[in-house]
């Protein structure tokens, strides 16, 4: 999806940190929910930019050394692209954004078997490729998230749809052993 608009001039001054050539072009991909992602051509070849709509810069170091060191480690994944000072993010359009290397493939509505097989196959390498990563992260996903989430949820559901959530954060909560506050406005 492409929910931040990056114009050309903002591209050519945004490779300026880069060692990837001069600006050739930049498509919006419409896949995609939470980021806004282009294809960037340049002279030296095809990648792909992501423009953080959620995540802020502080975050992304785990994520995109995580990816970098599943790459390295023979996982099919994007591999940020290192700026010329090393980092692998930067700000485009008052945003935190990084530029990784563009896959082959393409979108597969239906996936046949052998794909299905293959995709397991290297999700089972990620798996065994992340067990040496030295960096940890609590889960964002997780319980503060959950509460947040229901918290903004409950004003606009319906009763029976606020009582269900609700009653599913608590068998969360039960299942996990913990007794952490329930989500009542």
Known sequence: SVYTSVSDTQMRDF???YDLGDFVSLQGIAQGITNSNYFLTTSTGRYVLTVFEVLKSEELPFFLELNQ???LNGVA???PI???DGRLHSILAGKPACLVTCLNGSDTGWPTE???F???AMLAKMHLAGQDFPLKMKNPRYDDWWRDACTQLLPVLESKDAALLQSEIAA???NRGEHLPSCII
């Open 114 to 116: 052998a794909q299905c």
């Open 77 to 79: 994944c994007a591999a």
């Open 172 to 174: 969360l909560d039960e």
């Open 69 to 71: 060191h599943l790459s």
């Open 82 to 84: 290192a700026r010329k």
């Open 15 to 17: 490779l300026l940190q």
């Open 118 to 120: 293959h995709t397991g």
